[in-house]
């Protein structure tokens, strides 16, 4: 089974809904990079609080935060079978750092998604977007509702809106990720990990082609 994953993929792409999904069918964890910073800055931590004040303008927090939020989460007992990484690498030097990391423990990627949506879509997404305060699902008020409005489907927690979901914002984190990210496309194909999926459709459509992806090569 392909166990060590990346979902690659501009704000709003659907990288948390997917890889939630995905998570729970593998039994691997999900680690977005972005739901540790929102918990360390929930938190009040010295690290969270630095870490807000780049989110909350769009920008990207330093490499060196975030590689060390990662390294430390990966080395967790339940990620030893594997985890899905989500929005995490989003710089070159992350990914190097990454592929360091993965060489010393002698393990290896073997997989990465590229979530691709057109930007015209993505501020429709992202401004109707709820978070789950206790487990961080996603949910969307008209593409995604939950069963009872502001309350979590799957842990009865509260739905709050993201500091970062309005339109400007959005805007900010889209430039961010043309120029920072979008060059990690580049980088995995050349390594032969990066497959392509259209995320635009229903979200049963994408998973179904996701699945196809993780089970190819399966024995
Ligand atoms: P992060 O939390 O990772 O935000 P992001 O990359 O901007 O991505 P999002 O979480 O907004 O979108 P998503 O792709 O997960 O979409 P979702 O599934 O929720 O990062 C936030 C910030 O933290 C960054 O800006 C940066 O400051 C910092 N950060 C994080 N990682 C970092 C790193 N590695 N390095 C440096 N800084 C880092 O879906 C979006 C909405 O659309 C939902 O409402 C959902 O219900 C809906 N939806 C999903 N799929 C569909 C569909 N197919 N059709 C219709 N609606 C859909
Ligand atoms: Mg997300």
Same mark, same amino acid.
């Given at each position: 089974?392909?166990?060590?994953?990346?979902?690659?993929?501009?704000?709003?792409?659907?990288?948390?809904?997917?890889?939630?999904?995905?998570?729970?069918?593998?039994?691997?964890?999900?680690?977005?990079?972005?739901?540790?910073?929102?918990?360390?800055?929930?938190?009040?931590?010295?690290?969270?609080?630095?870490?807000?004040?780049?989110?909350?303008?769009?920008?990207? *927090? +330093? =490499?060196? !935060?975030? /590689?060390?939020?990662?390294?430390? $989460?990966?080395?967790?007992?339940? %990620?030893?079978?594997?985890?899905?990484?989500?929005?995490?690498?989003?710089?070159?030097?992350?990914?190097?750092?990454?592929?360091?990391?993965?060489?010393?423990?002698?393990?290896?990627?073997?997989?990465?998604?590229?979530?691709? *949506? +057109? =930007?015209? !879509?993505? /501020?429709?997404?992202?401004?109707? $977007?709820?978070?789950?305060?206790? %487990?961080?699902?996603?949910?969307?008020?008209?593409?995604?509702?939950?069963?009872?409005?502001?309350?979590?489907?799957?842990?009865?927690?509260?739905?709050?809106?993201?500091?970062?979901?309005?339109?400007?914002?959005?805007?900010?984190?889209?430039?961010?990720?043309?120029?920072?990210?979008?060059?990690?496309?580049?980088?995995?194909?050349?390594?032969?990990?990066?497959?392509?999926?259209?995320?635009?459709?229903?979200?049963?459509?994408?998973?179904?082609?996701?699945?196809?992806?993780?089970?190819?090569?399966?024995?």
């Amino acid at each position: 089974m392909k166990s060590r994953l990346i979902f690659l993929g501009g704000p709003g792409a659907g990288k948390g809904t997917q890889a939630q999904r995905l998570a729970e069918k593998l039994g691997i964890p999900q680690v977005s990079t972005g739901d540790l910073l929102r918990e360390a800055a929930a938190q009040g931590t010295e690290l969270g609080l630095a870490a807000k004040t780049f989110m909350d303008k769009g920008a990207l *927090v +330093p =490499d060196k !935060v975030v /590689v060390g939020l990662v390294q430390q $989460r990966v080395a967790q007992d339940d %990620c030893r079978k594997g985890w899905i990484l989500d929005g995490f690498p989003r710089t070159l030097p992350q990914a190097q750092e990454l592929d360091e990391t993965l060489k010393a423990v002698g393990q290896r990627l073997d997989l990465v998604i590229e979530v691709n *949506v +057109p =930007d015209s !879509v993505i /501020v429709k997404r992202l401004t109707g $977007r709820r978070i789950c305060r206790g %487990c961080s699902a996603p949910y969307h008020v008209e593409f995604a509702p939950a069963k009872v409005a502001d309350k979590c489907d799957k842990c009865g927690g509260e739905l709050y809106q993201r500091a970062d979901d309005n339109e400007k914002t959005v805007q900010e984190r889209l430039e961010v990720y043309h120029k920072q990210t979008e060059p990690l496309i580049g980088y995995y194909r050349n390594q032969g990990l990066l497959k392509q999926v259209d995320a635009t459709g229903p979200i049963d459509g994408i998973f179904r082609q996701i699945e196809d992806l993780v089970a190819v090569g399966q024995t």
